[in-house]
């Protein structure tokens, strides 16, 4: 497998793709074992968290948020939760929106509230670089994949219907129109043919979704498309509530990497440190594992042996300069490279 630099280590392994609803899930490099996390404080007075989170991992918080509160450090402590898409859930809690914890699909939206002093500058500074879980982009396709989709090149056949979300609103999306430029750049191709790609893959896209759950419910439950680009989790998730799909990883895909932060404006402090202290414990990743999630700590990934290793795994730091230069470049609402695929198209995002 062709890995590249990154800004973190990465434990990403890898066999054999099984396309049946069975999850295909291998082992491989993992992160240097950190130092171990401290155990989170007791909570001494009633709290009530409010987590604002992207919509992906709502169940995988369904099933963590109980076993924090039979914790001593979560006695007590009672929990709001808002769901929706990354983007608009960083920009509500920016304009107001009470939030204790952010749970958010990728590191920009909580970079984004750092300036007015919501998250603090050093949110990221942990052994994980404040990534909590992991997933890699891939396809889902229909049971038996009739249309025998296995690459990039496959979206943009005449024969073939795209869903994917919309990369204004949604991290999730972002995550997978990079995953499709980086791949065409991993050919060999040039930023101009890589961009002429999007615009081709775009032409193909049926619905843009405003979330990356939204999508996953066009493509189950409306039955839209012959393929959805979307996380493995999310195929991971679809497979476990008995969905009829098959999921392929491409060859060439990325990494994704989720993040999760405190507030500094949030009303019960202590708390939520303590439940994102606890959301790192061996306890916690498992959690996130079983839902799918690539977990972070090493020694809890290692008792996941399926996630399969692509041959070549792009990174956001390693190979597109960074949030602080992808996402301006691509995803400015007015003059960022989908934006102008879109005016081109005469979509208003």
Known sequence: MIRRHQSRPLAIAGVALTLTAGVALGTGAQRPAPAPTPAPSIATVASDVTLVAYSTPREAYAELIPLFQATPAGQGVTFSESYAASGDQSRAVQAGLPADVVALALSPDIERLVEPGIVAADWDENPYGGIIHDSVVVFVVRPGNPKNIRSWDDLIRDDVTV?????????????????????????GKTEAEAIAYLGELAANVAVWDPSARDALNTFLQAGQGDVLIGYENEAIFAQQAGQPL????????LLIENAIATTLTGDAPEAAKAFVDFAYTPEAQAVYGRHGFRPVVPEVLAQFPDFQTPTTLATVNGDLGGWGEARPRFFDADTGIMAQIFANMGIQP
């Open 246 to 253: 098959e999921y392929v990883v491409p060859d060439n895909t």
């Open 163 to 187: 869903i994917t979300p919309n990369p204004i609103t949604s991290g999730g999306a972002q995550w997978n129109i990079l995953a499709a430029y980086q791949a065409q750049i991993d050919a």
